[in-house]
């Protein structure tokens, strides 16, 4: 998997330090400071982590056990454009499966990875509630239903800088 460094900026580091010195005192602020940090990075690296532990006086495993318990954080940089791939039963009977394999082959990388270049992130999830139009793929707010591999090409286009 490729691995993008770290680019936070000063303007970002002072945003979450001044909403963890807001929020610091109040009970079970881990939660909505680790929302901020990922609303103001994308992603909470390791480098966001260690600041909210240090900024809230609790330790880099304490926040990093949130990080990694609940679904909503990702630990890892998201693309420009967000590729979600359906793999939920009626979907992964439709060949999903054979979907995700096309957009890993077309874009160079593994489902959870990002593209150097940082335009693309692929993952997967279990279901977007549209089972009807199975195999579904949602690009940022964009659904796609009914695809075959060969479709991959046409929908990608859409995004292409």
């Known amino acids: 998997m490729t691995q993008i460094p770290f680019k936070g900026t000063p303007e970002q580091e002072l945003e979450l330090k001044a909403f963890i010195e807001k ?3 109040e009970p079970g602020c881990l939660m909505p ?3 901020e940090a990922q609303r103001i990075y994308g992603y909470l690296p390791i ?3 260690q600041m909210v532990a ?3 006086g609790v330790t880099l495993a304490e926040v990093y056990g949130v990080a990694t318990f609940y679904s909503q954080f990702t630990l890892s940089p998201k693309g420009k454009h967000k590729i979600s791939v359906c793999l939920g039963t009626a979907c992964y009977v439709k060949g999903s499966d054979k979907i995700l394999a096309e957009l890993e082959k077309r874009l160079g990388i593994s ?3 990002i593209t150097p270049d940082g335009n693309f992130s692929i993952d997967t999830c279990r279901c977007v509630g549209a089972c009807g139009l199975a195999p579904v793929v949602v690009i940022d707010e964009d659904v796609y239903g009914k695809l075959t591999p ?3 090409d046409d929908m990608l286009s859409h ?3």
Do not use: P
């Open 33 to 35: 400071v680790l929302q």
């Open 23 to 25: 929020e610091k005192n």
């Open 150 to 152: 060969d479709m991959v």
């Open 54 to 56: 240090g900024g809230l």
């Open 47 to 49: 480098e966001v982590q």
């Open 111 to 113: 489902a959870g990875g």
């Open 159 to 161: 995004y292409m800088d």
